[in-house]
Structures are given as structure tokens and as C-alpha cells.
């Protein structure tokens, strides 16, 4: 079955600090991965995605993230965390079943920025 | 250029209540997606539309949802009759390239059923 996992549920990390928010998947062929951000009371924010080329990919806000095939990963990751960063994070991966695209969410990291 | 719409932002019912809840997608956007948020969780698509037809509906409880996208424009969601586990944050969301592509979410619309 196809599966993205985001194995924390809470990363706490201090402002300055760099922070990493991890995710993993299972699916068949070749995935299209995102993250998205979603702060409360608020739909979900495309942070970026990979597709193909360079691993590391760089979006939004400053976060970038690194695909690795072998190890079925694409962890999010920003070199110096805010304050403002603090919000609900989802990794999602887009895969082919039957006559079209489907795209599935894991379950949430809550990032947590200490002042 | 605006966002996706929803509303109502938030909806209380009794349980065996019937609610519908509408969504404008950007325009231009021929993909439309519903999504269902339940509280811990992540977001688990219900329907997918392609204009005004439908090209996934696997993970709708069709006993009770329905969703329409006539003119392949707007959307609504119903549900009829609620039950308590449909408490949940009901997301509209709509794209250019399908799920292949980025995802433009509307707010969401809470649903709590008492």
C-alpha cells in the first residue's frame, strides 16, 4: 500500500538553531514529494516539491529539502529556525494509481520554536 | 488573484443533522479536491473532480457524502445524515496540473457534530 510517514509528531528545536522535520514514503515508480505548512485556523500552505533533477530542493520562508531514494526519504530542513516557523508541517507524495494522480498526506510534525 | 473559498467556516449540528458545505476554486483550476482533516490527523482526500466529473471517489463514505461540481466550477459537500466521527475540518482545494502539481487549499470549514 502506499504510505508517507512523518515518524514525530512534535520536533522542538531554539531560534537560530538549524531544524529537520523527516519524512518517509512507500510507493510504487517514481513519487512527486511536497511539504506543506499549515498554520491554526488556516488551509494548507505549499511550501515545495520535488519532481525531478538536484536532491536538494529549496522552497519557501527559507526551508529546503533533501530527496534520498535509497533511503525512501525527504526530509525537510532550514539552517536557522524562527520563532514564526512554529506551525503544523505535512509531507505528502503524489503517485499513479489507475487513470490518475493521487496525492496522500502523512500524518503532521508540529514544529515547535523556542525564543 | 483570490484564493480558494469556502464556507461556512465553522457548522454545529446535532448528529443525524444534514450540513453542505460549498467551495470556489481559483479560477481556472479544472482539479478540485476535498479533503477531510480530522483533528491529530492529515488531511484524506474524499473526492477528486476533473471539471464536473468525478475521477476519484474511493475514500467517500457514499452512504452518507455527497459532492457535486456541476458547472465544473463551484463545489458543494454534503453529508446526510452526520454522525459524531465526522467532527473534522472539511478542506476545499483546487490545482492547475492535478495532484502532480501544487495544491492551493481554501481555509476550511469546521464541522462539529453533537
Known amino acids: 500500500a502506499q504510505s508517507v510517514a512523518q515518524p514525530e509528531d512534535q520536533v522542538n528545536v531554539a531560534e537560530g538553531n538549524p531544524l529537520t522535520v523527516k519524512c518517509t514514503y512507500s510507493?510504487?515508480?517514481?513519487?512527486?514529494l511536497f511539504w506543506y505548512v499549515q498554520y491554526p485556523n488556516r488551509g494548507l500552505q505549499f511550501l515545495l516539491k520535488?519532481?525531478?533533477?538536484?536532491?536538494l530542493v529549496k522552497g519557501s520562508y527559507g526551508f529546503e529539502a533533501e530527496f534520498n531514494k535509497s533511503q525512501t526519504s525527504f526530509h525537510l530542513k532550514k539552517p536557522s529556525a524562527l520563532v514564526s516557523d512554529s506551525a503544523l508541517y505535512f509531507c505528502a507524495v503524489s503517485y499513479r494509481g489507475g487513470a490518475t494522480n493521487k496525492l496522500i498526506f502523512g500524518t503532521g510534525t508540529l514544529l515547535a520554536v523556542q525564543p | 488573484e483570490a484564493g480558494v473559498a469556502q464556507s461556512p467556516r465553522y457548522k454545529i449540528i446535532e448528529k443525524r443533522q444534514s450540513v453542505a458545505f460549498w467551495c470556489n476554486p481559483i479560477?481556472?483550476?479544472?482539479?478540485l479536491y476535498w479533503y477531510q482533516q480530522i483533528l491529530g490527523q492529515g488531511p484524506k482526500l474524499l473526492i477528486q473532480f476533473q471539471n464536473n466529473g468525478v475521477v476519484d471517489d474511493s475514500q467517500l463514505p457514499k452512504d452518507r457524502f455527497s459532492a457535486e461540481r456541476l458547472k465544473g466550477v463551484d463545489s458543494t459537500l454534503k453529508i446526510q445524515p452526520a454522525k459524531l466521527e465526522d467532527s473534522a475540518v472539511y478542506l476545499c482545494?483546487?490545482?492547475?496540473?492535478?495532484?502532480?502539481?501544487?495544491?492551493?487549499f481554501g481555509e476550511g470549514s469546521r464541522l462539529t457534530v453533537l
Open positions: 479560477s481556472g483550476h479544472a482539479t
Open positions: 520535488y519532481i525531478t533533477g538536484d536532491n
Open positions: 510507493v510504487s515508480g517514481n513519487p512527486y
Open positions: 482545494a483546487s490545482s492547475l496540473a492535478g495532484a502532480t502539481g501544487e495544491l492551493f
